[in-house]
């Protein structure tokens, strides 16, 4: 029975290698060859926008020949998936996207049909203007994130931006219906309310299935269930059970066998309680990881049982939590209480399996009956860790199996790290400041166990208290680093990149001229990136300017030679020429200003001769 056991743990462990080799060899190979797979292009269904009036957008995406992408709900967790997103205008309310029907096909590299997109996809979004509309145009600017392949590769995941421009009419005018070839009707509403009813494939499925009866249903997703341990982010909690149920001392086996049926219960638990919230939230589990916040919280949950691998403390059930249960109970409410956070990690792997189901739910009301579905899918992947956590003491009892059993937990908290990664490193392409944001999870991590999950003996009460203010300190500017990095953007200004320019090319008597001396190891320079350039103030402005660039990284001759006609010495170096192309000498600055400051030197160089 071991022997099975740990061939089963090897195919896992080869498995989980060949998935990231995947992963890194198509990453890098899109580094070196990343080929144009598509076009976006955004279209209005009426020629005007009323105060007060509804209208649709359509997001025109063209795939190249012999490229596809994956659909919004692909069939494998491990695909991204496509995702619309729309960026806030005021005055505007946008309904959720609404996406064509995918194809099923059968590529090279997978072993089961995928779901995917190709030639020209609309995606469709219903909107809603505000009836105190008071602007003549409205901007409407979004993004396309989806995953390229071929019939043989998947290439790293990209985006695509996109806008589209909209004229505002006065209330009472009549509009007219365009661009009809991407919309259903020339009404255009009752086609998006119609297309939004449609069940999608993965959707007929879990009908067909439900159609069965009750018990048919009950039988498939438990077996569903016992399925998902084959994920490679299921099988890393192998070593935490082992070890929380080893640690519960020389009690009788029907005792660990009731705490591990306790356990169970947590993971079918959580499992049930996400199900729930997707279903009445109406969205996959898949598109939380949109969210960099949630992908931060699942990171934050896998580095710690990372570190507690790795020895740095042991997981154990709050004080506070058993406080009047009684040491009777402790084991089964510290079972329980473990089940429930195993559980929440696993979850997110069943994302693409359970597309059809949430879907479902979220259409038809089924709440209740998808939520027994998702409890017993719980019990089905929790059935294995059941088995694991009854004969954990036997596991302990191999002959020298002690230092055996502290390799293999920090080779699963190898693992475990690098599941964190997974999900953390999709979102870097998605924040501009990516040093702030992993600061801020290294922060927020590091002040959790500096401050709270270190339980080693020692440490007496007011250092305790000390350690516990720091950690909340160190924990508050992670998440502002955090916060800060999500809600930066780059800078929207229209700047001019410089190419051999002289001081004459760029001046025509009309624009003054700002040049920006930059360079990528330059952290005042990112910080004014990030605060100056990107306040909508100062972009409003620039377009009063000629806003030129340099980088200064690695300069080449001519780079240097253009560094040597303003005598730059220091970065970022900030120069303002009049319309006539004097320098103005008196706006000249050497580091980071803020906003304000930067908009009153604009304003002296427009007022300059």
């Not at 076009?39 to 020629?47: K, P």
């Not at 070593?239 to 009690?251: E, I, R, Y």
């Not at 597309?355 to 409890?375: E, P, S």
């Amino acid at each position: 029975m071991q022997n099975i056991k740990d061939e089963d743990t090897m195919k896992r462990t080869i498995i989980f290698f060949l998935f990231f080799t995947f992963v890194i060899v198509t990453g890098g190979y899109s580094q070196f060859d990343k080929p144009n797979i598509l076009t976006v292009q955004a279209y209005n269904s009426h020629d005007q926008v009323l105060p007060g009036g509804s209208f649709n957008i359509a997001i025109v995406v063209q795939i190249a020949p012999e490229y596809h992408i994956n659909s919004n709900t692909p069939t494998n967790e491990f695909y991204i998936p496509t995702v619309t997103s729309l960026d806030s205008v005021t005055g505007l309310s946008f309904a959720a996207p609404i996406y064509p029907e995918p194809a099923l096909v059968k590529f090279a590299f997978s072993e089961d049909k995928v779901s995917v997109f190709a030639g020209q996809v609309v995606i469709r979004v219903p909107v809603t203007a505000a009836p105190d509309i008071t602007e003549k145009d409205l901007i409407i600017t979004g993004s396309l994130a989806y995953q390229g392949c071929n019939d043989v590769v998947c290439f790293a995941p990209a985006e695509q931006t996109f806008s589209l421009q909209l004229p505002v009419a006065p209330a009472g005018t009549n509009v007219a219906a365009v661009n009809s070839e991407y919309f259903p009707s020339a009404g255009s509403e009752s086609g998006s309310t119609a297309a939004a009813e449609t069940l999608t494939a993965d959707e007929n499925k879990a009908r067909e299935i439900l159609d069965k009866g009750i018990f048919y249903a009950l039988a498939a997703f438990f077996l569903v269930g016992l399925a998902l341990n084959l994920t490679p982010c299921v099988y890393p909690v192998i070593p935490l059970t082992v070890s929380f149920f080893s640690a519960q001392g020389n009690k009788t086996k029907r005792k660990v066998f009731v705490s591990a049926l306790f356990y169970l219960l947590g993971i079918a638990v959580a499992f049930a309680l996400l199900g729930l919230i997707s279903g009445l939230a109406g969205k996959q589990w898949g598109f939380l990881f949109t969210s960099p916040w949630f992908v931060v919280v699942i990171a934050l949950i896998i580095l710690a049982m990372a570190a507690s691998l790795f020895g740095a403390f042991e997981i154990t059930v709050p004080s506070w939590l058993l406080t009047g249960a009684g040491k009777s109970r402790q084991g089964v409410i510290g079972a329980l209480v473990m089940g429930l956070t195993v559980g929440v990690v696993i979850a997110p792997c069943a994302a693409g399996i359970l597309i059809g189901l949430v879907g479902l739910i979220a259409k038809t009301g089924l709440v209740f009956k998808g939520t027994l579905l998702f409890f017993v899918m719980g019990l089905g992947l929790g059935l294995p860790y059941l088995i694991l956590a009854t004969f954990s003491g036997l596991l302990q009892k191999l002959p020298q199996s002690g230092m055996w059993m502290v390799w293999i937990r920090k080779f699963f908290a190898v693992l475990l790290v690098g599941v964190a990664l997974y999900f953390i490193v999709p979102q870097l392409d998605r924040i501009y400041d990516k040093f702030a944001f992993l600061t801020g999870i290294l922060g927020v991590f590091g002040g959790l166990l500096l401050g709270f999950l270190d339980h080693a003996p020692g440490y007496t009460k007011g250092f305790k208290l000390i350690r516990a203010l720091v950690g909340i300190v160190i924990m508050l500017l992670g998440l502002y680093w955090i916060n800060s990095a999500i809600n930066s953007k780059p800078s929207a200004i229209d700047w001019i990149k410089f190419n051999n320019h002289t001081v004459e090319s760029l001046v025509d008597n009309e624009k003054p001229v700002f040049i920006d001396f930059y360079a990528d190891w330059c952290a005042p320079c990112k910080q004014l990136d990030r605060d100056t350039f990107s306040d909508d103030r100062v972009v409003e402005k620039a377009r009063q300017f000629h806003m030129l660039k340099v980088d200064c990284t690695k300069p080449d001759e001519l780079t240097s030679k253009f560094m040597e006609t303003f005598q730059v010495t220091g970065m970022p170096t900030l120069v303002f020429l009049s319309k006539s192309g004097v320098v103005q000498q008196e706006l000249r600055e050497i580091g980071f200003i803020g906003p304000q400051e930067f908009l009153s030197s604009m304003d002296k160089a427009l007022a300059a001769e």
